[in-house]
């Protein structure tokens, strides 16, 4: 059974966490216990379940009443196990969309039936866009306020449709529902019959997304393992997770940065061999040959070599109050391997007002551009669009030691 990761997004009170509270109640993922909380915390303040308090995971969220991080659900149907990123919907918090959209494979982008496709719905769409999702479920929301009317749905389809050109999703489904009241959710709603598609989980449980395991093989080295007693004196392993592709023992592969080639001797998974590791899996490769190898390294097969170079191009989505300032180094951060780089430029950024690249010298919070970096060694890499788990890095504040910016390799 595959896992089905994606993210929710839309405009402040667009209904994000009734809609998965509604997805996870509907489809009987709450634990018990939650659910007494639920209707005990409803039923003193006289109301019905309130389906958003599910995903309410933060107290400051209730008393602001909005979404202020990340918030993670996980559930599962006999067909697929699901993880929800729930993202924030205000301007202000691109940056926790960033984090929630880069792990996903599919968004979902609701829309207000009332307010139609606003300037967020473009950011929203724009953002899942960059960050590589091709799958994307334009849920048009509230729909019973518009008494279930085909014509307001038409409109909002017709509408996303004039701008999906400038997107990269190679698949967009449209579904009317209500997440109040359960309208296409989980079950096809008679109030919609003019409506011939999927309910919401259905188009879930059966789209389809690409696989991992069929990329480019990449693995970089987390730990060197490496005991010091006397019975494991000849133990040494590479820990780390599979990236992408697959390997298997056997297999002829490359260590960079030194570029000494050498063969898969073992894989253990769970402390046990075997023969195959694949995308996602966390494993302990042992190598034929003894060779100097440090967190951080990468062990790609000799016939799958990835981008190697001082001199980078990367979208930017800059997280940090302090523009991002031209000429200054900054810490690159490429999951376990570090590096120092200098901005030499901002080539262009991306207005999501006029759906236009401009070009400017000053990149600020939540701003996405393109920028153009060089490091003190060579990075090697994928461009995010071809491989996004190698394609991607953070740059860190060498003052600060802050997060502040994500990169997507071009």
């Not at 409803?42 to 991080?69: C, N």
């Not at 996004?388 to 860190?396: D, F």
């Amino acid at each position: 059974m595959n896992t089905l990761k994606f993210i929710t997004a839309g405009n402040v009170d667009d209904g994000k966490s009734t809609l998965i509270g509604r997805l996870l109640y509907d489809s009987d993922s709450i634990h018990t216990d939650q659910l007494g909380v639920l209707q005990k915390q409803t039923k003193q303040e006289g109301v019905d379940i309130d389906l958003s308090l599910i995903t309410d995971g933060l107290r400051a969220e209730r008393e602001q009443g909005i979404t202020i991080d990340v918030a993670y659900k996980y559930f599962s149907t006999g067909k697929r196990k699901f993880i929800i990123a729930d993202a924030p919907g205000h301007e202000q918090y691109t940056r926790n969309m960033i984090t929630g959209a880069s792990n996903s494979d599919l968004i979902i982008i609701l829309v207000d039936a009332r307010k139609g496709v606003t300037v967020q719905t473009k950011r929203h769409a724009s953002v899942g866009s960059l960050m590589g999702i091709k799958k994307a479920i334009i849920a048009v929301n509230k729909i019973d306020l518009e008494d279930y009317s085909e014509e307001v749905f038409n409109k909002i389809k017709s509408d996303f449709e004039k701008i999906k050109g400038n997107l990269g999703y190679d698949e967009i489904a449209y579904i009317p529902i209500s997440a109040l009241n359960g309208d296409n959710i989980v079950t096809k709603s008679e109030r919609t019959p003019w409506f011939e598609g999927d309910a919401l989980l259905t188009t879930l449980e059966h789209i389809e997304t690409p696989a991992r395991d069929l990329q480019a093989s990449r693995f970089q080295v987390q730990w060197v393992i490496r005991p010091k007693d006397e019975e494991h004196h000849d133990y040494r392993g590479y820990a780390g997770q599979v990236l992408s592709g697959n390997y298997k023992v056997g297999d002829k592969v490359k260590v960079l940065p030194s570029g000494i080639e050498t063969s898969i001797e073992k894989i253990e998974r769970h402390q046990k061999e075997t023969e195959e590791a694949r995308a996602g899996e966390n494993v302990v490769i042992h190598l034929a040959n003894d060779i100097d190898i440090s967190r951080g390294d990468t062990l790609v097969k000799t016939t799958e070599l990835p981008h190697s170079s001082n001199e980078l191009k990367s979208w930017i989505c800059w997280l940090d109050t302090t523009p991002l300032q031209t000429g200054k180094t900054y810490i690159l951060q490429h999951r376990f391997k570090t590096a120092r780089v200098k901005i030499q430029s901002i080539d262009q950024k991306w207005d999501i007002n006029q759906w236009e690249f401009n070009q400017t010298n000053e990149i600020k919070l939540n701003d996405i551009g393109q920028i153009s970096l060089r490091s003190n060694q060579p990075i090697f890499y994928d461009s995010f669009e071809d491989n996004p788990k190698n394609g991607n890095a953070i740059l860190i504040d060498e003052t600060t030691y802050n997060t502040v910016g994500a990169l997507m390799f071009l």
